[in-house]
């Protein structure tokens, strides 16, 4: 793993780095030692090669390694606290590759669905959530950005939206990486937008203006029962992957132009907590709903943790 030395009042500190970059934190050693780490953190990500990491990490993680792979797998799982007992398969040595390990399906039952008109549809964190302002997304204090560049340019599509609602949810190294749908929903047309990988933990959020309208995205509307619906997985980072049930892996190949498929003649129909995509390595979802009545669940607050099939919002 590449490192980068910090030197402090004559102490030597490393900051693992790649770590940082899929981890919901900075690592408390480096925090004690350099107040400024964070910065230094979001700094050295606008010269690393990104994507080079990128593709190392894509390969890496399909690669069928024997004992080897099952030896990161449970090294991850000590790491990061990953809960197996809920996984449809509980040892690590059944998983040919890391990419099988961290897309795993969970036991039936193991994220019951909640009577709302829409669901959590990850395991996660709360980013954000809230108004949009005209066409103006909250990312964190000091940064916001608009809908149009988050859904890839497209003006008539974020006119939809303007001064409605949006949800950023944040998923760590530690959750379940299948994306499910919040409510019903048929598919109507599905983006893929190229853009920077940079990190999206929290500290990023904090340091990177208009982060999630410029990290590689894929961008799916949907027509619900509640109006559309635009659903994006956000890339980043070693996210070596995004893929959507409907379409398999969309990325890589990354030709750095928008790629655009249409389903309005198709009749792909997903109900309320169908999967409807998965991340391969930890990245953030980012929901856009039009303007109307809608009522967050009392329990959400920006930070909070939550399970997928647990109430998010309802019909005011």
């Not at 995004?242 to 990354?254: E, F, I, K, L, Y």
């Not at 907590?273 to 390595?281: K, N, P, S, V």
Request: include cysteine; charge should be neutral.
């Amino acid at each position: 793993m590449s490192s980068v030395c910090i030197v402090h009042q004559g102490q030597r500190r490393v900051l693992p780095l790649l770590e940082g970059l899929v981890s919901d934190r900075i690592s408390p050693d480096v925090v004690e030692v350099a107040p400024l780490s964070e910065r230094l953190f979001v700094a050295l990500q606008h010269v690393l090669p990104k994507r080079a990491l990128t593709e190392l990490a894509g390969w890496g993680a399909s690669a069928r390694g024997g004992a080897l792979t099952t030896a990161f797998i449970r090294w991850f799982i000590g790491r990061y606290g990953v809960n197996m007992a809920e996984a449809v398969q509980a040892d690590p040595a059944a998983y040919a590759s890391f990419n099988e390990f961290f897309t795993r399906p969970l036991k039936p039952g193991a994220r019951p669905m909640a009577a709302a008109d829409w669901v959590s549809p990850v395991d996660g964190a709360i980013s954000q959530f809230g108004p949009i302002a005209r066409d103006q997304v909250f990312q964190a204090k000091g940064h916001a950005y608009s809908t149009t560049a988050l859904v890839g340019g497209d003006g008539a599509l974020a006119a939809h939206f303007e001064n409605g609602h949006f949800a950023t949810l944040y998923l760590s190294p530690r959750d379940y990486h299948r994306i499910h749908m919040p409510c019903d929903g048929r598919l109507l047309r599905m983006v893929h937008v190229p853009g920077d990988l940079f990190s999206v933990n929290p500290a990023t959020a904090r340091g990177v203006p208009g982060l999630f309208a410029r990290n590689e995205r894929v961008v799916c509307l949907f027509d619900t029962p509640h109006g559309p619906l635009v659903l994006i997985l956000v890339g980043a980072t070693i996210v070596g992957s995004m893929a959507t049930v409907w379409h398999g892996q969309v990325n890589p190949p990354r030709p750095g132009t928008v790629r655009e498929w249409l389903y309005s003649d198709q009749d792909i129909c997903l109900k309320q907590g169908d999967e409807m995509g998965r991340f391969l390595l930890g990245s953030t979802v980012v929901m856009l709903w039009p303007a109307g009545g809608m009522q967050w669940s009392p329990t959400w607050s920006p930070g909070q943790g939550i399970r997928m099939g647990e109430v998010m919002a309802q019909r005011a």
